[in-house]
């Protein structure tokens, strides 16, 4: 338990920093950017993550609004509970992670549809003119008949895993207020949680650099961070501010705190 312990100090601390937060989006758009320079001016040699058959992408990105949905649950209705002591607000607060959902289908929906109507069906893996195959046939189709489908990917890679993190960075911000006492159910629960959620979130960072250096073309890479970042601003940056929404995690003096049984 002491190196859990240990594990979710250092990630309470990164959690804690606003600085930190706040430079959060620019470092993802920076890393999107970077990475695909590298990509186009000096790739590096292949590796176990430049397959699209690595672990971490077969059982973890392919999963990772579900893991993070998953992981988020608990923690956001331990923490908001804790501080506010009102069942309906972490109600409230977990009703994000349905707007998230609904962020993360509409978008993925969307992706497929642009592949979809800019793509067609080809006889091999380069998109040659000349093997183009009949033009009606759609990609579960020229797939499924063993051919190659070629349209604008924009990546759900780059979308996902850098709305995700985003997500998680903005509840994890709550930690801030939350403080228990060693030894406590709730202490070792969140130890736990928080030492769960650093892990998802280094690994969800990884994965988006490993995308932005591996796959995909520039645009393709920018576009779908751009639609991470955007869903991120939607919501904590402008929604969550609103009346009748499901709100921001309990931040400050004024954001009707519990009080009482608050401890170092």
Known sequence: MEAVERCACVVRGWARRERARRCLPWALAGGTLAGSLVKELAPLPESYLSHSANVLNRYFVKMAWGWTFWLLLPFIALT????????????????????GTAVWYVCTRFFSQVEH????????????????????????????????????DISGHSF??????????????????VKTDRGQGLHVALSLLVVALGFLALTWVGMFLCTAVYFHDLSQKVLGTLFGLLGWYATYGYWYLRPFSPGLP???????LKREGLRE
């Open 80 to 99: 908001n509970y804790h501080l506010t002591g009102s069942a309906r607000t972490v109600l409230r607060r977990l009703s994000s992670l349905l707007v």
């Open 160 to 177: 996902l895993l850098s709305f995700c993190t985003l997500v998680i960075a903005e509840e994890m911000a709550v930690l801030r207020e």
């Open 117 to 152: 109507f800019t793509g067609g069906c080809y006889a091999s893996a380069a998109p040659d003119e000349a093997a183009r195959k009949e033009p009606g046939a759609s990609k579960e189709q020229c797939r499924g008949g063993g051919g190659f489908w070629h349209g604008f």
């Open 250 to 256: 309990p931040r400050g003096p004024g954001s009707g």
